[in-house]
């Protein structure tokens, strides 16, 4: 079975055969062939909002992402994205957290280089002094990372925003700044917020904000893009509804320690989890509603967290909405998490398992850890998340969109999360019904030419090179490159050219993007830089006007 993209000089020939075709099932006659040009309109935009834990032990995980963080905007880049880039802070609030000391950004975008903070005491916890998570990753500061006013599609005023953007090329950053360098800098939050995180409630108050014209974080969010939301946390979530606000302060249901002079991350878990089996390796954990008095079912309003349906409906509104116009448009939620290392590729599963009676894991978090970091020497753990996870499976399909906050490397995370963007983006469809060069295959063999035009420049892009089981990338000596699928039912052994694939948003069915009366093939391009500003692209196909044989 072939399975590659195949380019070469094209001409208009008349061709008559008659075959049984093994794709659609009948005897086709084709009759006639034609040279078809067809326009690349490539649908690359996405918002992304990271939502970074704030709290104590996040110092090196901030450094971490920081340090990874160019191997996420390259492939932003490689892929012709125009994006922005968001982030805010676990910290939104809670009765044990003093306002004034940890000052919780409830969902504010925040984008001030931590350079400026270290004097604030943001890199300051306790007796903990975690300069380096700034100063080991970020080189500029002040009028250095000045943003660019720019308008967006609900405010033609030229401000500056709290993000960072690049689109067709141009950011909103100093010109001589890379987009990884500025992150390296707007990044790394600090360790001073609150230690019981609302990874959840940050994000759905970001989201709000971001559709609030009063609102600093208004405009982010475009009706024609992506949603890709990251949460960045080593704890469990602890998004509490206020009106129960007590069960941190008087009330010790939740405690894990009911002589204790304050609750721990523990009270979070019991709150907010319930595990089933005897343990002390559970079948499973899942999230639960629990009533004030410590009982589990309550109902959504009587429910001492807010109830996960509160973060999956917010979501699923945001992706309705931006279906009305393009039902290919999804909402992504990834995380960087309590999992072990491989979950994300079914080569593990999170353990649910009792810490042992007593110890500092279990008066702390009320669980042991979902994963540990041994090979940096700092012994860091990870609380397994429930109720985050829960949220990210709502709009994962079948993909696991969960990696391992234990790791020292998040490179593989942040690729992987880049090319569940890129797979998510709206598929380059054809105009025609393409020609097959060789009817005795399963595979489609399309002859197409594809072009890059800038001005009176005229490039002929080559075929990417095939790496690993699914990925390309760009051959040496060229600056883009094409990929050609042409599989819309899994057919041919490999699955490089099967062809994108969605969920019907009214039945829920799967369906291919590209496979219809019209057309029969989908187009990509990968980049080995930014997109070329003011490129337009072009395939021309020998197009098939084929019937059934009579």
């Known amino acids: ?113 931590c350079l400026e903070r270290l004097g604030e005491g943001a890199f300051q916890f306790n007796d903990i002094d975690a300069a380096f998570a700034c100063t080991d990753v970020c080189g500029l500061g002040g009028d250095a990372l000045a943003i660019t006013p720019t308008a967006t599609d609900l405010d033609p005023e030229l401000r500056e925003r709290p993000w960072i953007e690049k689109i067709d090329g141009e950011t909103n950053l100093p010109r001589e700044v890379e987009v990884a360098d500025a992150f390296a800098c707007f990044g790394p939050q600090g360790i001073n917020g609150c230690g019981h995180e609302q990874p959840l409630e940050s994000m759905y108050l970001a989201l709000k904000k971001a559709l609030a014209p009063t609102e600093g974080n208004y405009g982010f969010l475009r009706d024609n893009a992506l949603l890709s939301v990251v949460l960045v946390t080593d704890e469990t979530d602890c998004s509490f509804e206020p009106g129960f606000r007590d069960i941190f302060i008087d009330d010790k249901t939740f405690w894990e320690d009911p002589d204790g002079l304050a609750p721990t991350s523990a009270a979070c878990w019991n709150a907010g989890v319930l595990c089933s089996g005897p343990g002390p390796v559970y079948d499973g954990c899942e999230p639960a509603n629990y ?71 279990d008066l702390n978090f009320g669980i042991a850890p979902g994963c540990v970091n041994n090979s940096d020497g700092s012994g860091s ?96 000596g060229s600056s883009v490159c094409t990929i050609v699928l042409t599989d819309p039912r899994g057919l041919t052994p490999s699955k490089r050219d099967d062809m994108s694939r969605t969920l019907d948003p009214e039945t829920g069915e799967e369906v291919v993007l590209c496979d219809n009366d019209e057309t029969n093939v989908e187009f990509k391009l990968r980049r080995a830089g930014p997109r070329v500003r003011g490129a337009i692209y072009t395939a021309t196909c020998l197009s098939d006007a084929a019937e059934e044989c009579q």
């Open 1 to 113: 079975m072939k399975s590659r993209t195949v380019l070469f000089p094209l001409v208009s020939v008349a061709l008559t055969a008659c075959l049984e075709h093994p794709v659609v099932g009948v005897e086709l006659c084709k009759t006639e062939n034609k040279e078809i040009r067809i326009p690349l309109d490539e649908g690359g935009d996405v918002d992304i909002l990271f939502v970074i834990d704030n709290s104590g032990s996040m110092a090196e995980e901030q450094a971490r992402l920081a340090r990874n963080f160019e191997a996420f905007a390259r492939r932003l880049d490689e892929m012709g994205a125009h994006y922005r880039i968001g982030v805010t802070t676990t910290d939104s609030g809670n009765p044990r957290c003093e306002t004034a000391v940890t000052t919780p950004e409830g969902g504010d975008l925040v984008l001030r280089s």
């Open 291 to 361: 009533s004030i008095d410590g009982e589990p079912g309550a109902a959504d309003a009587d429910a001492v967290l807010r109830p996960i349906t509160r973060y999956v409906d917010l979501l699923a509104k945001i992706r309705a909405d931006k279906q009305v116009s393009d039902p290919s448009r999804e909402v992504l939620v990834s995380l960087i998490a309590g999992v072990p290392a491989g979950y994300e590729s079914g080569e593990t599963d999170i353990v649910y398992a009792e810490a042992e009676a007593g110890s500092e894991q």
């Open 381 to 476: 753990t990870a609380v397994p998340p429930v109720r985050e996870r829960a949220v990210a499976e709502a709009f994962a399909g079948d993909e696991r969109n969960l990696y391992s906050i234990c790791e020292d490397d998040y490179t593989p995370a942040l690729k992987g999360i880049a090319r569940q963007i890129e797979k998510a983006f709206r598929p380059v469809c054809g105009k025609t019904m393409v020609a097959d060069r060789d009817l005795e295959t399963e595979a489609l063999d399309a002859d197409c030419r594809i072009q890059q035009r800038v001005d009176d420049e005229i490039l002929e892009l080559p075929p990417c090179v095939p790496v690993g089981e699914l990925d390309w990338e760009v051959p040496e």
